[in-house]
């Protein structure tokens, strides 16, 4: 069974950074894209970023580029997403997740199938 556990999270003043970790198990984790989605209170949960299973492929949102950066570390079964420059509008719970099938590249909420329980970052202004 596939377990993603976040951690990370907590509350920063505008500006300043978090990183965020997602530690995986029940399967080979270096074969799978692994994603991190944000749901602000009232919003829809949206995508934020991805890596591919070798990390040679990461995508990231527009609202994010050049300030979050998404990483894995396949030996310990962890991704990363170090968040730099934060505004309020980044306060979300920021959820891990990762698709079913193995070695494919995914950016829509769709196509991913397991998630971890979330952990919540807050920005103050």
């Known amino acids: 069974q596939v377990q993603l556990v976040e951690s990370g999270g907590g509350l920063v003043q505008a500006g300043g950074s978090l990183r965020l970790s997602c530690a995986a198990s029940g399967r080979p984790f270096s074969r799978y894209t692994m994603g991190w989605f944000r749901q602000a209170p009232g919003a829809e949960r949206e995508f934020v970023a991805a890596i591919s299973w070798t990390g040679s492929w990461i995508y990231g949102a527009d609202s994010v580029k050049g300030r979050f950066t998404i990483s894995r570390d396949n030996a310990e079964n962890t991704v990363y997403l170090q968040m730099n420059s934060l505004k309020p509008e980044d306060t979300a719970v920021y959820y891990c997740?990762?698709?079913?099938?193995?070695?494919?590249?995914?950016?829509?909420?769709?196509?991913?199938?397991?998630w971890g329980q979330g952990t919540q970052v807050t920005v103050s202004s």
């Open positions: 997740a990762t698709p079913r099938n193995e070695r494919i590249r995914a950016t829509m909420l769709n196509e991913y199938d397991y």
